[in-house]
């Protein structure tokens, strides 16, 4: 079996699962944002039980419109916390305290291998990086995983990508999953596992292995997944209490297709309007005028991301006329970023430096597009409206090239600042 | 179970953010979701779909992100079903969730023009296309999912089996 087919044979008590068996699996972990949440929480009120299955492994975060930008939003988050005082949930990040929802549950120990993990939030595929099997869900599946802590899960095939080779600074995590979802297709991967292998990964940072996991819903997939080893079972250990399993692929496991990538060669890569498998090399569409650069969201909102950055803007300043954001993923990352002086260099380059939450990602705040606006964004989704205006164009990149976008004014590939001349 | 209405057609990857836009996710009045349904690409939708319609679409529809305020709006909207080459997984439970039936039928966006009537019988994954005089098979939902969408959605269902006294199983 893979490791997916393991996690999902050991959470519904079996032995054995191939894919397209449906199982009825016990979730060790559950999270919600204040977006899916409410609503969660209404249909659980529904069902007319009183307490939840386990309020220590409910995880409710406030992300997407933090601090509260509306009325409406702010009477979101008052029925999260409400909620979490009725049923005594100990884990609500709160305004200040937590950041994007997947970066803190990775960041305060709420993911570890082997467990099967659900959050309303499609992005939830990034725990794959611990070794979980985590997949998002939507509001009523979440209220029934309230109630129950059970979830019937059709067993996926996996499609195995193995990566081989060495980036050349600046390319990055990044650049190399928008050239597998360009290759792949927005619905290359659907219903599948996606297991990430090779000696790329294995040399990948953790940060680096969350950026691939969390884009793999952009193709579809139900989950992306990385063997645990020492990297990640030393990140865990950092964060997390209590014992867990390690699950490893058989060497006889069964994959439905292996996709092999070598990024020895790799450029930094961009997915361009209005899809994230529209992707060229950056090379290729230089010189497209933007008006917004952002750096942030779940995909590269990470302390290595911001580091990245930092490298081109130090010194530097952003083009005149060009508003550059930095969301740093969570309040942990912007600590850490203070402390390491990264955002003097973002602010000293005319950056403006926000709290961490999905706002410009999401569309819903701090970052808007008006129509005919073009924005870089180092975040996974460049759909027709997604960030504003259905009129506005957003290319999807690396922190780095972002960084490079923002000094030029203009799409720019991130070798004219760093690494090799081009 | 059996449902039908006139077709209105989309193509591939219609995604969750034109579907329904991040901005109306701050209210939770179906109505309100309704009232936006498709505006991203088809803002002509709520009106057209105030009849009954079916949604006719190419491959990986409701890509993107979990909200099931998509399906929410669209059920609202009017949608009694989606027939779709395929589907995004996370819309596709969704949607089944919240009671409206979505069937994957191979071949569908080429079988139906837009404004098609059709007939869709559930039980038998069964699409009858009475404007073309055609059937169009459909992949056959697997009974839990068509017990689900009998008992209106997950939540009743769920309520359902635990006035049973089924315990925990869903």
């Known amino acids: 079996m893979t490791i997916s087919e393991k996690i999902l044979a050991y ?56 601090p509260a930008d509306s009325v409406k939003s702010a009477e979101l988050h008052r029925i999260m916390r409400a909620f ?38 499609s992005h939830t595929c990034t725990y794959g990086a611990l070794g979980a099997f985590a997949t998002g869900i939507g509001s009523t599946e979440m209220a029934a995983v309230f109630a129950t802590g059970r979830i019937w899960l059709k067993v996926p095939e996996t499609m195995k990508v193995d990566v081989s080779g060495s980036f050349r600074e600046p390319v990055s995590p990044k650049d190399l999953i928008l050239y597998v979802i360009g290759r792949v297709g927005a619905d290359g991967a659907i219903y599948r596992a996606i297991e990430f292998t090779g000696s790329t990964i294995r040399d990948m940072s953790i940060s680096g292995r969350l950026t691939l996991c969390n884009m793999a819903v952009e193709m579809g997939a139900k ?3 990385i063997e645990p080893d020492e990297k990640a079972i030393q990140y865990v250990g950092e964060r997390a209490n209590g014992p867990f399993k390690e699950f490893r692929s058989d ?27 529209n992707v060229k090399p950056v090379k290729d569409v230089e010189g497209v005028e933007v008006n917004q650069a952002f750096l942030g969201s779940c995909t590269n909102g990470r302390l290595e991301d911001l580091e990245l950055a930092a490298k081109i803007l130090k010194g530097r300043r952003i083009k005149r006329g060009v508003r550059m954001l930095v969301t740093p993923a969570s309040t942990e990352v912007y600590l850490q970023a203070l402390k390491r002086g990264l955002l003097e260099v973002f602010i000293k380059a005319g950056a403006c430096v926000c709290n961490p ?19 870089v964004s180092s975040s996974n989704r460049n759909f027709v409206g997604r960030m504003g205006s259905p009129e506005a164009m957003i ?14 004014g203009k799409i720019t590939d991130p070798r004219r600042f760093l690494g090799d001349s081009m | 179970m059996k449902v039908s209405g006139k077709a209105v057609k989309y193509g591939d990857n219609i995604n969750t953010d034109v579907i329904i836009p991040s901005k109306y996710l701050t209210s939770l009045d179906p109505s309100e979701w309704a009232r936006h349904a498709m505006e991203g690409i088809d803002p002509d939708f709520p009106r057209m779909a105030r009849e009954g319609v079916i949604v006719v679409a190419g491959r990986n529809f409701g890509c993107g992100s979990s909200r099931e305020q998509a399906p929410q709006a669209l059920k609202y909207a009017g949608v009694k079903c989606i027939l779709a080459e395929s589907f995004a997984r996370i819309f596709y439970r969704n949607s089944i969730n919240i009671g409206l039936p979505v069937l994957e039928a191979p ?54 089996v635990m006035k049973a006294g089924k315990g925990n199983e869903v």
């Open chain 1, 11 to 66: 959470s519904s008590g079996k032995d054995y699962v191939k894919p397209g068996d449906i199982v009825d699996a016990r979730v060790d972990a559950a999270m919600a944002n204040e977006i899916t949440g409410p609503l969660a929480i209404q249909m659980f009120k529904r069902i007319g039980l009183k307490k939840v299955w386990d309020n220590r492994r409910i995880i409710l975060v406030l992300d997407h419109q933090v």
């Open chain 1, 251 to 277: 060497p006889d496991a069964r994959y439905e297709k292996t996709l092999e990538f070598n990024v020895d060669d790799l450029e930094p890569m961009v997915a361009c309007p209005h899809s994230v498998d």
């Open chain 1, 395 to 408: 290319y999807l990149a690396s922190p780095a090239t972002v960084a490079a976008s923002a000094v030029e």
């Open chain 1, 84 to 121: 979490a005082s009725e049923q005594n949930i100990p884990c609500l990040y709160d305004v200040g305290d937590g950041g994007i929802c997947h970066q803190v549950m990775v960041e305060r120990g709420h993911v570890k291998p082997g467990e099967l993990i659900v959050g309303a939030d």
């Open chain 2, 107 to 160: 071949g569908v966006a080429d079988k139906v023009s837009c404004g098609d009537l059709l007939t869709v019988y559930l039980d038998e994954g069964r699409i009858v296309n009475e404007s073309r005089g055609e059937v169009i098979l459909a992949n056959r939902l697997p009974d839990f999912i068509l017990e689900i969408i009998r008992d209106g959605g997950l939540i009743e269902h769920l309520i359902k």
């Open chain 1, 357 to 375: 939450t999905c706002g410009a990602c999401f569309g819903g705040h701090m970052g808007l597009l008006a129509a005919g606006e073009i924005c």
């Open chain 1, 223 to 225: 989950t992306a997944i």
